[in-house]
Antibody, heavy 115, light 108 residues
Framework: QVQLVQSGAEVKKPGASVKVSCKASGYTFTSYDINWVRQATGQGLEWMGWMNPNSGNTGYAQKFQGRVTMTRNTSISTAYMELSSLRSEDTAVYYC????????WGQGTLVTVSS | EIVLTQSPGTLSLSPGERATLSCRASQSVSSSYLAWYQQKPGQAPRLLIYGASSRATGIPDRFSGSGSGTDFTLTISRLEPEDFAVYYCQQYGSSSSTFGPGTKVDIK
């Protein structure tokens, strides 16, 4: 079955970077865009950007421009989202997702930013 | 950036009642790229509707989506106990995407 499995929880200090992975299975990884979405505790969903795993092309929400980088390794069907210059407001659950009729989302990765 | 506004913020209803949720966009959205999600505490969002009106796999037919342009609606014909949750709309056209702030459907 179509599945996205994310890496485990992370604790980072302010100013550091975090890199979250998202491993795809059950479909051809290069055929569908991967989106990244985050959700702070008790808050709504916030779209961060997308990546085309075939071309590597990306598009980022203006809020995250300059701070987020989305990449992939097609040999292991894995997408990555790296967020730099972390601050406490970046504490959230980060999801990778296919925004198409599959409705497939990863299980989420909690990133905690704390000194 | 297309801004999505959802109303009401909270909808208090009883099981068996009909729920009508609204999603309004600041500019026209292609119907092909409007989705609705349901989210329960501690869970990832679950796709209900894509393309404004197509039900995702396994979604009961009490859920339906409609609308075009800037106004979209999610209707739950008869609320079941498991339907009490938060609902988000999302537009995902033109290499960008945004979510609405959500509508919470709670038990009256």
């Amino acid at each position: 079955q179509v599945q996205l499995v994310q890496s485990g929880a992370e604790v980072k200090k302010p100013g550091a970077s975090v890199k979250v992975s998202c491993k795809a299975s059950g479909y051809t990884f290069t055929s569908y865009d991967i989106n990244w979405v985050r959700q702070a505790t008790g808050q709504g969903l916030e779209w961060m950007g997308w990546m085309n795993p075939n071309s590597g092309n990306t598009g980022y929400a203006q809020k995250f421009q300059g701070r987020v980088t989305m990449t992939r390794n097609t040999s292991i069907s894995t997408a990555y989202m790296e967020l730099s210059s972390l601050r406490s407001e970046d504490t959230a659950v980060y999801y990778c997702a296919r925004v198409d009729s599959s409705g497939c989302w990863g299980q989420g990765t909690l990133v905690t930013v704390s000194s | 950036e297309i801004v999505l506004t959802q109303s009401p913020g909270t909808l208090s209803l009883s099981p068996g009642e009909r729920a009508t949720l609204s999603c309004r966009a600041s500019q026209s959205v292609s119907s092909s790229y409007l989705a609705w999600y349901q989210q329960k505490p501690g869970q990832a969002p679950r796709l209900l509707i894509y393309g404004a009106s197509s039900r995702a796999t396994g979604i009961p037919d009490r859920f339906s989506g409609s609308g075009s342009g800037t106004d979209f609606t999610l209707t739950i014909s008869r609320l079941e106990p498991e339907d009490f949750a938060v609902y988000y709309c999302q537009q995902y056209g033109s290499s960008s995407s945004t979510f609405g702030p959500g509508t919470k459907v709670d038990i009256k």
